[in-house]
Structures are given as C-alpha cells and as structure tokens.
C-alpha cells in the first residue's frame, strides 16, 4: 500500500485517529460531507477548516478493527478514495444538471395524474392503436364478453334494474 503524503495525512496512534488534510480549492464542501457520511458507521468523523484547508479527524468506533498504525492509514486511504469518488460524482452532477433534471421532470409529469381537457383537444385520436398481442389493454368485457346468466342488481326498493 502506498502512504499519503505527510502533509496530507497524519496518523496520531496515541490519539487513536487519522488526520487528513485537504484542499477546500481541490474538492467541495459537499463531496467532504458526502464522503464522511459514508464512514459514519465505521468511525467517528470530525470536520473542520484552518486557513484554506479542510482537517478531516477519522477515529475508529469500539469495537471495530483494533487501532494500530497500518488500520488508520488503510482508513484514511479509503477516506480519501471516497472523497474523490464523490467530488467526481458532484461535478458530474454539475455536468449534467439539466439532463437530470429534464428526465425527472418528464417522470413527474406522467405520474401528475390523467390529461386536461386542454391536453386532449392537442392530441391526434387517428392514429391506429398499438399493437397488443397479449391482451392487457382489453376490458374484461371485450376480452371474455358480458355474463348472460348475471342476475340484474336490485336496488332497496326491490325493483330490478332495467339496464
């Protein structure tokens, strides 16, 4: 395994925690916290900024790996590797912003609910319908036809319902 530079990471044993510091210039606030989110079952996380860096503090939960100096420098390597990952993923989100949302709002719209008056009066009826070889566009009625032997519902008054 390759260390991080030291003016990156140190790692303080008598503490029991990594230390790494990072460029604000290099990567988002939002891609720190995103990446320490992903470590908040495995370790504490503590972040703070001094002068144009950011201090990420890793220490490891009880109970967890045993706190030795190869364990913080795997952990703070995987920090860092995180963080990368999810500074890449916001700037691709940056990216393609308008396509995501494009997409979403196009899902959205098909589930606000059946069209207007307004948008049936825009849409062309003369089309031919889809092909549907399975049937599951068909009504109940269409697909096996209407029980003959059904009685008619009656109504409280006992009389029968002409329809």
């Not at 002068?51 to 109970?63: F, M, S």
């Not at 396509?99 to 069209?115: C, D, K, M, N």
């Not at 031919?128 to 096996?144: Q, R, T």
Request: aromatic share 8%.
């Amino acid at each position: 395994m390759t260390a991080l530079p030291s003016d990156l990471l140190q790692v303080h044993l008598e503490e029991g925690s990594a230390r790494l510091s990072v460029a604000s210039e290099t990567y988002p606030l939002d891609a720190l916290y995103a990446a320490a989110f992903t470590f908040l079952d495995r370790c504490f996380v503590h972040l703070d900024k001094v002068d144009e860096r950011y201090v990420v503090t890793l220490a490891p939960k009880p109970g967890k790996d045993p706190v030795d100096e190869s364990n913080l420098q795997t952990l703070a390597g995987t920090f860092a590797n995180e963080l990368l990952s999810a500074a890449w993923r916001q700037k691709l989100t940056e990216r393609n912003g308008a396509t995501i949302e494009l997409v979403t709002r196009t899902a959205f719209s098909g589930a606000a609910g059946p069209p207007s008056l307004d948008d049936l009066d825009d849409f062309d009826f003369s089309e031919e319908p889809f092909h549907d070889p399975l049937g599951i566009a068909e009504s109940w009625e269409e697909k096996y036809g209407k029980d003959k032997t059904a009685k008619p519902e009656s109504d409280d008054s006992g009389s029968t319902d002409p329809s």
